[in-house]
């Protein structure tokens, strides 16, 4: 260990090198709007690397040299000292250490934190999840001596105010602290957890209380992945006990532009990866992949292999606005038909991944809420919720019809704008949720019926269904040549490994993994002009099928578009071809045709799943609307009478029930009233 003259004249030396004497200037001219002086850990080992041993074992003692060699070094801009209103007469400023080597294991997991690291300087990768409010604390304490009234300056560097030992004066212990004349700074307290690709299996995401003062206050929010740099410190337990609890004391916090692809991938994978994207097969291959032990779903488990690796990202208009490259999925079906078992195979191959229940959670845990605890000494403290911590991965949210309503509206912006806005006690922010939904869900009652018009079984808002790329309902219809099929399939992960071969997934899920790791990653694919051509006319084909039947809207114009992307990034493929585009218009079509197709008309109709009324519905209510006008311009009251007004829609071809309906619908709209029993009139026509 170099003593402490020779550490000195080192830190000097590294200091005066060219690079950081550029910004120790520029600290001079902008501060106290600059204080930090920022350091590669990585150059400062490569030019001691004892100093930098150091700095890890004894950090407080070290980097307080960095500090106050810093100080000594910086000019302070003379413009800014002759201004009255500066009173910094000891300037506060910090050099800040980034770029810990891995290998050395000084980065690490919140789980690897054990008491072996107290008091050395580590950095630890998380997403942070919880953040307080900006509060004061003690620099630098004044107090006065109760019995001789010496003043003593006590620097606090912990949490507890700490008085001096004894007085210089009277040599007694008895102070009284003065607030108004200390020097005061700015402290805020973060939580990080562990990102959830580093986790696997059912591992729960630790967490790690973080503390940031003065310059590092405010720089990062709830949803933002971090690379913490600090000092392991432990808190003292508020009652008698042994036990501490430990926290991070940052000397530097990072932002990082990572997501879920962050994730280690060897050479041999690379090359293993590439081979795999240039098979013919390799739809097929990811497809069977995908929930190998459920049979069939083929177009199913294919809108969740292009969900996986999703679309082209980071795609900016010119007016700034970003568009979205997720792709939400939405799957209703009958009980027993294997959507959990498929929400959770997904959750097991995504890199980053989130599973939750709509009886489970609620809206302020899916987006973001505002909690009152300890954690901000009584304070507001902003948490974020599964969307946000999911964010460049998928949600996987299960009984998506048994949340309430009212947390299920909270989901709109974040699934469309893809952002969390904020507004709750007196905190105003807004969160990035680049999220991608999986969503599953029964019909209104339970099962699907046969009679019903499929879309009129959704219990699930139309103007929150809209947001979703594709929704796949799944019937559970009795075949019996099916049933044989499916029954065999099962039954086959019950016997033998040899006979449990047919079930194994085609790609092994650690692989596959690092695939869709490396392709979201690497390949940002752009649309070619023939494919530009095949979505342009099959959507302008869509629209123009009729003057008033909307077949499809601006986004399935989108949603077609995200798709070919998607497919083309499997390939690991540059470009989207008219193939990628025929895929997406294929799974497309399979939708519409499932969920859109009005028998009435013998085309597709957006409305009957993205609007409260389809087109055949609007028309009902227009002709129940003109008989009822035309029967209350004869008569003197201008009401009409429900018996006439039935028997005229019967004669149009419009069933009783659905007459007697549309009334009532009309009357809880306020579009008309019933004065006397059995006889309706318009609301407008009151006067």
């Avoid at 007085?167 to 990080?192: M, N």
């Avoid at 990035?432 to 999986?438: G, H, R, V, Y």
């Amino acid at each position: 260990m170099a003593d402490k003259k020779n550490q000195m004249a080192m830190i000097e030396g590294f200091l005066k090198k060219k690079n950081n004497l550029r910004e120790i200037n520029r600290i001079g001219e902008l501060y106290p709007e600059r204080k930090s002086l920022f350091i590669d850990y990585g150059e400062l080992e490569r030019y001691n690397n004892e100093l930098a041993d150091e700095i890890i074992q004894d950090p407080d003692r070290i980097i307080r040299i960095f500090n106050n060699t810093l100080k000594d070094r910086v000019t302070i801009n003379p413009e800014l000292i002759e201004d009255p209103h500066f009173h910094d007469e000891d300037p506060r400023m910090y050099v800040r250490f980034y770029n810990l080597p891995k290998q050395e294991k000084y980065t690490i997991l919140v789980r690897e934190i054990t008491s072996d690291y107290v008091g050395k300087l580590i950095s630890v990768e998380g997403v942070i999840n919880k953040q307080s409010d900006v509060l004061p604390k003690v620099q630098v304490g004044r107090f006065y001596c109760n019995k001789c009234d010496t003043v003593h300056d006590e620097p606090q560097n912990t949490r507890f105010l700490k008085p001096p030992l004894y007085c210089k004066g009277c040599k007694k212990r008895d102070f009284r602290f003065v607030p108004d004349e200390s020097r005061w700074t700015d402290i805020q307290k973060l939580e990080i957890q562990e990102p959830l690709e580093m986790l696997k299996g059912g591992e729960q995401a630790r967490r790690i209380e973080v503390w940031v003062e003065d310059d590092l206050t405010d720089t990062a929010k709830p949803g933002d992945k971090v690379i913490v740099t600090g000092t392991v410190r432990l808190l003292p337990p508020k009652q008698n006990s042994s036990v501490y609890f430990k926290y991070v004391d940052a000397n530097n916090i990072e932002r990082v532009e990572k997501e879920f692809e962050e994730v280690d991938i060897g050479d041999e994978e690379i090359r293993e990866i590439k081979k795999l994207a240039k098979d013919p097969r390799i739809y097929d291959s990811i497809t069977h992949s995908i929930a190998p032990g459920i049979y069939g779903y083929n177009e199913v488990k294919e809108a969740i292999a292009l969900q996986l690796f999703g679309g082209r990202r980071h795609k900016r208009l010119p007016d700034g606005t970003m568009l979205r490259p997720d792709i939400h999925l939405l799957l209703i079906g009958d009980p027993g038909v294997a959507k959990s078992r498929v929400l959770q195979y997904v959750n097991q191959i995504a890199p980053k991944s989130i599973y939750v229940t709509g009886k489970g959670t609620t809206g302020a845990g899916l987006t973001a809420t505002a909690e009152k605890d300890e954690f901000a000494e009584g304070g507001w403290t902003l948490k974020a919720g599964a969307l946000v911590l999911a964010g460049g991965g998928i949600a996987c949210i299960d009984e998506f019809d048994k949340m309430n309503k009212d947390d299920r509206s909270s989901m709109h912006e974040a699934m469309e704008q893809q952002t969390i806005s904020v507004a709750k006690a007196g905190i105003v922010t807004k969160f990035l949720a680049n999220t991608s939904i999986l969503a599953a869900a029964n019909p209104k009652f339970s099962r699907f019926d046969s009679y019903k018009p499929l879309a009129e079984q959704f219990d699930i808002p139309p103007t929150l269904i809209s947001r979703f790329d594709l929704i796949f309902p799944i019937r559970d219809i009795l075949d019996k040549e099916r049933d044989t099929e499916v029954a065999e399939h099962m039954l086959k992960m019950h016997q033998t490994d040899e006979e449990q071969e047919d079930v194994k997934p085609d790609i092994d899920i650690d692989l596959l993994r690092k695939y869709i790791a490396y392709a979201r990653k690497n390949v940002n694919p752009v649309l070619t002009k023939d494919a530009v051509e095949k979505v342009r006319d099959f959507y302008v084909g869509l629209r123009s099928g009729s003057s008033e039947t909307v077949q499809a809207t601006p986004r399935q114009l989108e949603a077609l578009v995200r798709l070919s992307e998607a497919s083309a990034k499997i390939r690991l493929s540059d470009k989207v071809t008219v193939s990628d585009a025929e895929r997406a218009i294929r799974l497309t079509s399979f939708v519409l045709q499932e969920i859109a197709y009005d028998a009435a008309t013998g085309m597709f109709d957006i409305d009957r799943v993205a609007a409260e009324h389809s087109k055949t519905a609007r028309d009902r209510i227009r002709v129940v609307e003109d008989i009822m006008k035309s029967l209350a311009a004869e008569s003197p009251e201008y009401m009409a009478s429900h018996d006439e007004i039935v028997g005229e829609a019967m004669e149009r071809g419009i069933d009783k029930f659905k007459t007697e309906q549309i009334l009532v619908e009309l009357k809880n709209k306020g579009v008309i009233y019933e004065p006397r029993h059995g006889r309706y009139m318009f609301t407008e026509g009151r006067e």
